[in-house]
């Protein structure tokens, strides 16, 4: 029953650990004016002279630590006018630099300053005020929902906290920042790059040197150096040129310039501005390899089958546009992530080399050449009616241009059996038939004999 009474005059003393410590009138004062309304049989029993009185001297230095640290604290969130949130954040942050380091009571007094932290975020409710869409350079921003990603702010270089922080990403180029850094933005949105001027820096590292960015960031423009002072000048291997810390971040990327001359698929340190371009361009058909490297046929075996196979399909291509059971199978979607494949055999996006050199691609293009095969050869009837039959031999099966065992004549398509064709000379009788009829139509008439 004692301790009953010590706890309800400690408490009655200490409502909020975050008032000030009241001086002696202002205990004489306060007790006056409380005297009226505690009655005879709600006064507190007065203490034996042995027994000592709980006084607190470090109201603030307490916090009322010694409770349970995980319940909502007497008197902490009582407060709802936003001053006097901000002036309990600003003097529990004093009571946290006064506390020991790595001690308990400052752990549980950081624990005191998120929750104030939160409760004054609650009540600013700074999302109802922000838009939802920003357009700013050709960014096109989006208010973001997420509270729990963790992510990482693109102009400041600081964390996002998405509980208490309002952030936006760009739905061209998932450039992220806070809503406060929104009219720091600088650099325009990659994509509209992408979508005016789609090609690659195809020389290997082109650095040109510091002297030519006059020591300053190639994007920011701050003073860089390779001493680190006042910034460390970070090379990107896409471009060659230096960044600062804050626009190049070490990220890792496959340089297309060093696939294409070298095969070489290991990543390297790129800015943000180019990690972000080349994973827009990873996916674009740009690159046209007979042109830029035609030696590279002959050093990959898995590109010479790649192109067969893309060869075979385009030839193909016709059968299922003529054909109703293929048009509702839709079977040409097969390679709809990769549409250029059913356009043409020469262009090439860095996807697909990066495909080709795990294998995936080969794999995938085997599997898609057996389903069209099958169809033209075996499921629909349409489609075997268009083979073709060796005029050479007039012997054997059904022919069509995209087995492995015929020759095409590029002149007028006609399908023959390989060794007929190569044996009985390169020219196709077809177009020999063709071209004799054609001189005998235009051959002017002889003189008569009988004249």
């Given at each position: ?20 410590e ?7 004062q ?81 624990v005191r ?31 973001e ?21 309002t ?42 040197g ?16 390779l ?17 600062c ?45 007979r042109?830029?490297?035609p030696?590279?046929f ?58 080709a ?31 073709f ?63």
């Open positions: 029953m004692e301790y009953d009474e010590k706890l309800a005059r400690f408490r009655q003393a200490h409502l909020n650990p975050f008032n000030k009241p001086g002696p009138r202002q205990h004489e306060r007790a006056s004016e409380e005297a009226p309304e505690v009655t005879s049989e709600e006064a507190l029993p007065e203490l034996p002279p042995g027994e000592p009185e709980f006084c607190c001297t470090e109201r603030v230095m307490d916090l009322g630590l010694s409770e349970d640290h995980f319940s909502r604290p007497v008197g902490l969130f009582l407060a709802s006018d936003i001053q006097q949130l901000r002036q309990a954040i600003e003097e529990c942050k004093q009571v946290i630099l006064e506390l020991p380091e790595q001690s308990e009571k400052q752990k549980d007094a950081v300053l998120i929750h104030l932290r939160l409760k004054l975020q609650e009540l600013k409710d700074p999302n109802e005020d922000e838009p939802n869409i920003r357009v700013l350079l050709e960014h096109r921003f989006y208010k929902k997420s509270k729990s990603v963790k992510q990482t702010c693109d102009k400041c270089n600081t964390i996002i906290w998405g509980l208490i922080q952030w936006y990403t760009c739905t061209g180029c998932c450039y992220r920042c806070h809503s406060k850094c929104l009219n720091l933005i600088s650099k325009p949105c990659v994509r509209s790059k992408v979508s005016h001027q789609a090609e690659y820096e195809l020389n290997i590292c082109p650095e040109t510091l002297d030519s960015q006059d020591y300053r960031c190639a994007e920011c423009r701050a003073p860089i150096s001493r680190g002072v006042p910034s460390e000048a970070r090379q990107c291997d896409y471009t060659g040129q230096y960044y810390s804050h626009c190049h971040w070490n990220d890792l990327a496959v340089i297309p310039a060093r696939v294409v001359h070298n095969w070489d698929f290991e990543p390297r340190k790129v800015s943000r501005c180019s990690m972000r371009y080349l994973a827009l361009m990873v996916s674009r058909p740009v690159l046209r390899l042109e830029i490297n030696l590279l002959n050093y990959v075996e898995g590109l010479v089958e790649i192109r067969k196979l893309r060869q075979d399909i385009l030839l193909m291509k016709p059968y299922f546009i003529t054909c109703k059971e293929a048009m509702e199978a839709r079977l040409l979607l097969q390679l709809q992530d990769r549409q250029h494949f059913v356009e043409n055999d020469e262009m090439y996006s860095v996807q697909d080399l990066l495909d050199h795990t294998g995936r691609l080969g794999c995938s293009l085997t599997e898609t050449h057996t389903l069209f095969a099958k169809h033209i050869k075996l499921d629909c009837e349409r489609c075997q009616a268009k083979g039959v060796c005029e050479l031999c007039r012997e054997g099966d059904v022919l069509f241009p995209f087995d492995s065992h015929t020759s095409v004549c590029t002149d007028c398509r006609a399908v023959f059996h390989r060794d007929c064709y190569y044996d009985n000379s390169t020219t196709c009788p077809k177009c020999a038939r063709l071209t004799l009829r054609k001189q005998s139509l235009f051959q002017e008439p002889g003189p008569d004999v009988d004249a």
